[in-house]
């Protein structure tokens, strides 16, 4: 895989901020993330009026991961690197529930842009839970 290119994903999270749906919080999120393909997916926050059923900016970045990744049965497309921005465009980082989504779908290598720099999964969400702790221990 090429360098990521940090100034073009943050240009694609400014983009899907955009497009968020954020008329009751008025705080529009953008995310947008390199995949192992070479494709670059993103995603925006859409609230709802019964607001705990909103859908983060993260969320709407992984249902696009999945919605236009291999149908084929093959290997899961995997988030390489993933940029979050707030309205004015500046880094924003993803609240708890979106960093176990994000690790999920990336893993512990996965790359983030936080407030304090470019951070993988491993120490943005230390110790983390994850499909590897369902296998059953003998």
């Not at 909103?54 to 497309?77: I, N, Q, T, W």
């Amino acid at each position: 895989m090429n360098e990521i290119d940090w100034p073009a994903l943050r240009t694609a999270a400014r983009a899907a901020m955009r497009r968020a749906y954020a008329p009751y919080s008025s705080f529009p999120v953008g995310a947008a993330a390199l995949v192992d393909d070479g494709r670059t997916v993103s995603g925006c926050n859409i609230e709802n009026a019964s607001y705990g059923v909103g859908l983060c900016a993260e969320c709407s970045l992984v249902s696009a991961l999945h919605g236009e990744g291999k149908a084929d049965g093959g290997e899961r497309p995997r988030l390489v690197a993933v940029a979050v921005v707030d309205g004015h465009g500046d880094p924003l980082m993803p609240c708890g529930r979106c960093r176990q989504l994000l690790w999920e779908h990336g893993g512990p290598a996965m790359l983030l842009e936080t407030v304090s720099g470019i951070r993988p999964m491993s120490e943005v969400l230390p110790d983390a839970f994850g499909p590897d702790d369902l296998i059953e221990r003998a």
